[in-house]
């Protein structure tokens, strides 16, 4: 088995590119080498997303390179693991390029399926069979084990951060969504092993820690005489040492839990004031044909009771816009939505209807293209107005920020920039942060004075101590 080389690229959420770094450590563990270069690689491995058929078109004309490449290396092992791998299975398997299709809920077979496809060369399948059986027909498990193992030694993408799961899964089956038919069940980790995970990755270095779940707000771990929440997971990691910044992601407007969630973000200065809490829609009646189980207004009152409790919070959300059936009107009242809840930032998607979903099913997809496109554009708009106000506020303020590293576009012009490398960094709120700096910052925090703003960024200088 020595020294095969693995390239792994990711095409997914936050959730994908944990499950990318996880198999990346266990791959390691099992003796394989990892490599940038695909050119230099033995085994490809793609890691998939289903959400819109664009993630999956961009999956597919991969392939087609890969294909290609393969005719001058036909011994190139391919492998397509993730969403769209449960989604398709054996119709992905028949592709020629492809020799692996492994699940989410697989992935802790990944380094046995290489292993057999490379000594066999066979092709390989494991993908869950009933998705929505919850264990013991899904090997949770085998999911902990792997979970635990490579989860403290997986390389961080971003140097001092880690992504944690919280929970796996999704039951709310809003009806436009792939994510419960690919990801199954919603199933809670126990507090205890997420606990453990976020000491030894604290004791790694971790500073910042994103907690994941696809409605990160549903967790609930019952054990014996107590039922864990968000709130119980929050308020225990915000006590270990070396964690500093704690991000949840993503929350499902709902009232269970609420309050609790929000008064732990006030009361500990180490749960950052972001609330990322899409609201999809603005029209009462298009909510309800996607299952959201609110109406505008109410929404816009759980917004103002987290203002209540946690006065500087940055909220964000996501956007469907042309769901089947919606009218000027419906579109009118989503940008008022948007308008009243002054977001910090926003995401704007195009519906995609999704094969198997309920909306698929039984709604035609009637807003035309162009349409789409027009109310993506114009709902991005509305709100870039809004983040440029919100971010004009910062002016002149000193913030601390968590650097991520050089940064990547020439951010300042040449009056300000001062010669020193550019680092890009984060704020507690999510906000991007580019300043110069002359020593390498790139996994510390610093403190910097915002000399510049624009919608999307804030330009600033270093200030002297760092923290
Ligand atoms: N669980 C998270 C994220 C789900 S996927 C949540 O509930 O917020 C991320 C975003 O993709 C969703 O918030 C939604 O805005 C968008 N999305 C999901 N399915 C989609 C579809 N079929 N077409 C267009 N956008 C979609
Ligand atoms: Fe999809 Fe809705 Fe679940 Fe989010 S909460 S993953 S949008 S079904
Ligand atoms: Fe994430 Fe896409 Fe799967 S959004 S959970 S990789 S369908």
């Known amino acids: 088995m020595n020294a095969i080389k693995v390239h ?29 270069s695909v050119k230099d690689a033995n085994v490809v491995l793609i890691n998939t997303c289903s959400v819109r058929e664009h993630a999956e078109q961009r999956v597919i ?8 490449i393969k005719q001058t290396m036909p011994d190139l092992i391919v492998g397509v693991i993730g969403c769209m791998a449960q989604r398709l299975g054996r119709e992905l398997l028949e592709h020629q390029a492809v020799n692996i299709v492994c699940g989410p809920a697989q992935i802790p077979q990944i380094s046995a399926l290489i292993a057999e496809a ?11 069979d009933n998705i929505r059986r919850p264990a013991p027909h899904q090997d949770t498990d085998a999911l902990e ?4 193992a490579c989860a403290v030694t997986q390389k961080q993408s971003i140097p001092a951060q880690a992504f944690v799961r919280i929970m796996r899964g999704c039951n ?3 009806t436009y969504c792939i994510v419960p038919y690919v990801r199954g069940p919603e199933v809670s980790r126990p507090p205890q092993a997420i606990i453990d995970q976020i000491k030894k990755l604290a ?3 971790t500073k910042q820690v994103t907690l994941l779940g696809q409605a990160v707000n549903s967790y609930q771990y019952n054990a014996g005489d107590k039922t864990y929440s968000l709130a119980d997971i929050l308020a225990k990691t915000a006590q270990i040492d070396g964690i500093e910044w704690i991000k949840f992601v993503t929350n499902y407007p709902s009232e269970k839990y609420f309050d609790e969630i929000l008064k732990v973000m006030a009361d500990s200065p180490k749960v950052c004031p972001y609330l990322h809490i899409p609201a999809q829609s603005g029209s009462d009646r298009i909510l309800k ?10 929404y816009l009152g759980l917004l103002e009771r987290a203002r209540q409790i946690v006065p500087q919070i940055a909220v964000a959300a996501d956007f469907i816009v042309g769901f089947p059936g919606e009218t000027d009107e419906d579109f009118n009242a989503t940008v008022e939505l948007v308008e009243k809840a002054r977001y910090r930032n926003c995401f704007v998607f195009k519906y995609s209807p999704r094969p198997g979903t309920a909306s698929e099913k039984k709604l035609e997809d009637t807003v035309p293209a162009e349409t789409k496109q027009a109310r993506n554009t114009r709902l991005l708009q509305v709100q870039e107005k809004i983040s440029e106000d919100l971010n004009r506020d910062f002016l002149g303020k000193t913030v601390r920020v968590l650097v991520e590293g050089p940064s990547k576009k020439p951010h300042l012009n040449a009056a300000e920039n001062d010669g020193n490398p550019q680092l890009a960094a984060r704020t507690a709120t999510d906000q991007i942060v580019v300043f110069n700096a002359q020593q390498n910052l790139t996994g510390r925090f610093a403190k910097v004075k915002i000399t510049k703003t624009a919608p999307l960024t ?10």
């Not at 004309?61 to 290609?68: A, E, M, P, Q, T």
């Not at 804030?458 to 923290?467: G, H, I, M, R, V």
């Open 8 to 36: 792994i690229k990711s095409f997914g959420c936050q959730m994908n590119k944990l499950d990318t770094n996880l198999v990346s450590a266990s791959l390691t563990q099992a003796g394989f080498t990892l490599t940038e």
């Open 61 to 68: 004309s991969h392939l087609g390179h890969l294909k290609h």
């Open 118 to 128: 490379i000594e066999n060369n066979k092709k390989e399948l494991a993908v869950t």
């Open 145 to 148: 084990k792997f979970e635990s």
């Open 172 to 174: 709310k089956f809003c």
């Open 203 to 205: 004791d790694a270095g």
């Open 289 to 298: 044909a996607m299952n959201r189980q609110y109406t505008a207004d109410w």
């Open 458 to 467: 804030l330009f600033a200088q270093l200030t002297e101590p760092l923290e």
